[in-house]
């Protein structure tokens, strides 16, 4: 049986348009595709946030206590005091000698405790910063803040970080 000349015309008609409309939905370079997705990605991912300069975390904190100054007055009354306590001691030559003991251990001990009370407290504070390295800061209070806090540093001051 001979199939007629049309009919084989036909058919390569046919699959010269199903092969066309085929080709069109094909990319014509592979990479082309990619690179498309790729700028699509980049466009839907959020932007990496900013590193905050002045922004870290408490790594530690170390109580100072300091000494202050003294005026004099703490060495003087302290030398009246221990003279008063020395003098109950003894009679004589050692009255006298246990009056100027006690004023002079009195004097030594009203001077400490006048720096002492005169002295202040505050806190050494280390930060471990975002964008790397330390920062230390010295403040007086500590307000509430504790190793591991989120803090933004301000001069010599420090923010809880928000």
Wanted: proline residues 3%; glycine residues 16%; neutral net charge.
């Amino acid at each position: 049986m001979k199939i007629p000349a049309h009919t084989y015309l036909k058919s390569i008609i046919g699959l010269s348009i199903v092969a066309s409309l085929t080709a069109c939905n094909m990319p014509a370079d592979s990479d082309v595709r990619a690179g498309a997705n790729t700028q699509e990605a980049a466009r839907a991912a959020p932007p990496a946030p900013a590193i905050c300069s002045d922004c870290g975390t408490i790594a530690s904190i170390d109580q100072v206590k300091e000494k202050g100054s003294a005026s004099g007055i703490g060495a003087v009354v302290g030398a009246a005091a221990g003279a008063v306590i020395g003098h109950q001691v003894g009679d004589g030559r050692g009255n006298d000698a246990a009056t100027a003991t006690g004023a002079i251990g009195g004097g030594i001990a009203g001077h400490q405790i006048e720096k002492r009370i005169n002295g202040t407290t505050y806190f050494h504070v280390t930060v471990a910063m975002e964008g790397g390295g330390t920062r230390s800061v010295d403040v007086e209070t500590l307000n509430g803040l504790t190793v591991g806090s989120k803090v933004k540093v301000v001069g010599n001051n420090l923010h809880v970080a928000g």
